[in-house]
């Protein structure tokens, strides 16, 4: 497991608590963004932190260094950040004597990125040169000088005793099954409680090439008490990692561990040791063999369209969707970014509904770039018809694609209700422009239509193409690589907006350090939310906001193949979390 720690302040460093732990610093300006780049990169096995400032004297980062008492390697840069902050150099390069000196006879490996070859003429480059610099810097300090991280398959958490009875049980079990898997490793990781090399030391590494079945599991019953960070963490560390709950446990705590690892077979609660052997597959040799390694993904080569030449600016970034989860929250805050210039409207449409307009008016969405990132949030582009998404990729090959998963009863309900607000039955095509969205209260009012009404409209394609996101999200992955493509949980938005803001930053390769800054009351207001405030007197006249419960049933029933095709897809792509 590599951890990095990116331009870490003193005061968070005093922060650090076990789920921020890492062994790694980076310190630059700008290294949050290669940070995030890599995190993206290795499939969010890289944990990345940034901050704004850098340590200022021997004594602070002394100090520093004495609260980040994990770190093993440490990454100094002294690139710089654009050409008109050349002064930088020489305070990075402060940076790094006084380092040096700290560092002086301990147990750290200091990487220079001006010290390699393949950087040295970035040097001087402007911030795209110091960003692959680091990138690359990191690369290199990452593969060669930490340890590999164990595959770990599977947990067994709760309470001490029964915890501690199953691991010996299943041991004493495989001892005297001959045909039971082996290599197999047992041990008490306690992964929060180590550093990575005592915890990597516990387990045999994951190993692509070997065919050789293997299990690694940890016994570690406090992993029960872990908070919501942490447990996505181990999901994020270990995807395939299931988890065998022994003893009696608290309701709320099985239900954080069961948000993140769901599914079938995800989570076990067990008594018997014969159970959880069945359970993970151990004793046939059927359930861990190590995966295949993945074969290189061909994308579909992409054909400009005929009036290619009228687009003359390249999008950086379009957010796709989905459709009601957070797609004009998103437009707001990046709206402002300072890097960043969005099309004049929040929705282009261009691709859906005005392709027949022509390039050149998608061309003037944007004014003058003046060097920002040109960027449309566009939340139907999720449903986009493959020619068009053919088109797009052949028109801005390296673009960042955003799309963003609410669970589907939620998004559907919704967006059901926006059509009954907009007094459209259907909302294809252009329908909803020029309406007034809250003129139409009375019959707005979900109380007002039956169940089967929903149901139809559920299932109408306007609708289903809209929750179907695997599908989707599948025909953008035909012609964009999954690094360039990046899927985000909806709740996050309420739960950190801040983080999910700065994972965004580093994913459009854009500064993440102003978020910070942000007022909260700003970045965590809901926009564009169904009880509108401009609306709140007349929408309060609607009854039936809430799903009632006969409907709430029909939509699970309704909904689970997409929300489980749905997860396959973020299970496929590496991501820790899933749609519950
Ligand atoms: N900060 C924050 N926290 C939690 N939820 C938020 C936030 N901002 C927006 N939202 C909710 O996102 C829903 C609107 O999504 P979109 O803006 O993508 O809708 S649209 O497709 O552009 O019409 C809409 O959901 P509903 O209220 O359920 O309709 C918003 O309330």
Redesign the pocket.
Known sequence: MVRVRTNLTQAAARNFTYTEKCSFVNFSSKCDLAAGHHRIQRRNKLLSYAADERYESEEDGADFFKHTGYVQGVVLHYLFVNVAHRSRYLLDKELKERTESILKGGDFRVFDARSSSRVGSSRFLPYVGGFEAQKFVLDEALSSALPSTPDVHFAIIGEEAPCRALSDAMKERLRANPTAIAPFSLAEGNYFGSSPEAYSQLFQPASASSNQPRANGDCSPGYIDLNDESVSELARLFPRLRVVVAGAVGADKLARWKRVFHGPGAVLEVGAAEKALDFLGLENNTALLPPAPAPPPTLKKARLPSDHKHMTKQVSFMGIGA???????LHKMLKDHPEVQMAKDKETHFFDWHRKRGLGWYNDQWATTGGAKLAEVT?CYAVLEEHRIEEVAALFPKMKVVFIARDII?RSW?AV??ELRNNVHGISDGQFAGKDAYDNMDEADPAKYKNSYFMERFKHPDHWTRSDYATGIRNWLKYFPSEQVLLLDFER??RE?KALLKEVCAFLEIDGGQVDGLDDAVV????????AGAAAGKQGEATGEVIRPKLLKLMQDLYAPLTNSFNALLEELGYGWRLK
């Open positions: 459709q009601k989860a957070g797609t004009t929250w939340p939620d919704s209700k926006m938005i309420a907006p965590g207001a809901k926009v564009n939310e169904q009880i």
